[in-house]
């Protein structure tokens, strides 16, 4: 099990963690998979990865709020909320317990594997979103709809509480297959369900004591800005543009979790 009280990185440290939480805002802005650049830096910069990891989910979920509001006009029935909130929830609490009880170092060994099918799913986003919105995917709710999306969200739920990168891209390709069609509605229900999966797992990683507070308040101040700065800047750059350089980015630090690991 972690240790509840976790050393703090050194100061001058703290900027570089500010600095790319800002990049992490710009991209899930635009693209998504700001988690790719925040979780290896904290790594980089000292901080054990399963620390990292609970540090990470508390420091980005403030961004995950301005995507509730964004879509709030394109939110499904609340019947249809309340459906797939209860086992995200759930998943949520079995991950982060699961992280927390994960041994350091066989999660040193899990964090290059994560990162790298987190890049997957980013390098799958875009002909996702194609057959999803294309409706490609069958959109009646066929019979064992209810059992199949409790199942599934409690698994997307799991992994978010776990590790969380590409958790929005894994509910989307989820939703698909059981069946929903509308993006934007996908999209409303997917943001408020990353929030609360990820507001469960950083509640019970602060009452644990696995959360450096410091690096996870510049993280969500951070995020913040660059989302703000992403909207003034997405006309020019564009979103593939974007997407290819954090699949590059991912790629890369994966590699080097994996060498530190090997190390």
Known sequence: MVPLVVAAVAPWKHGVVFAVAIGAGFVNAIAGGGSLLTFPTLVWVGVAPVAASATNTVGLWAGNLGGVFGFRRHLPEQSLIVLFAVPSLAGGIVGAVLLLRTPQHVFEGLAPVLVFLATVLL?????????????????????????????FQFGVGVYGGFFG????????????????????????????????????????????????????GLMAVGSVAGGLAAAALAQRLGRRLVRQAVIAIGVAASLSLLLKFLD
């Open 123 to 151: 390098a799958l986003q875009e002909p996702l979103s194609r057959r999803i919105s294309g409706g490609a995917v069958p959109g009646a709710r066929r019979p064992g709809f209810a059992v199949a999306a409790v199942v």
């Open 165 to 216: 990168a590409g958790i929005g891209i894994m509910m989307l390709a989820a939703l698909a297959i059981l069946g929903l069609t509308d993006i934007h509605q996908m999209n409303g229900l997917k943001n408020i369900l990353t929030t609360a999966i990820n507001g469960v797992a950083a509640v019970y990683f602060g009452a644990r004591g696995a959360v450096l507070w410091t690096d996870a």
